[in-house]
C-alpha cells in the first residue's frame, strides 16, 4: 500500500503541471514508469500489486488543487472537524 500524504502540496509549474502528481497518476494508470536513463531511455518498469491512499486538505493557504484526471483515480469524501460540543 503506497500513502501519499498531502497530494495538494506540490507546486504548479509554468505549464499547470504539479510533477510529482503526474508520476503518482502514471503509476496508478500505467501500473509502472519509463526510464530516463540514457542506456534505458524509453523502457517500461511494471510495478504490480500496489493500493493507493491519498490524503490532502482544502486547496488555499499555499495549497493547490489537483487535477481532475488525478482525481478521478481515487474514490474522494470530505471530512470535517467535529464541533467542540460533539467532542465533548
Known sequence: TVFI?????????????????????????MSGFYFLDKDKRGDFKSIEGLQY?????????????IPNRYKSKFMCFNMVLPSTVSVD
Open 53 to 65: 491512499i491519498g490524503a490532502m486538505g482544502h486547496p488555499g493557504g499555499g495549497k493547490n488543487d
Open 5 to 29: 500524504d498531502d497530494a495538494a502540496m506540490p507546486l504548479v509549474n509554468k505549464w499547470g503541471d504539479q510533477i510529482t502528481n503526474e508520476l503518482a497518476r502514471q503509476l496508478i494508470e
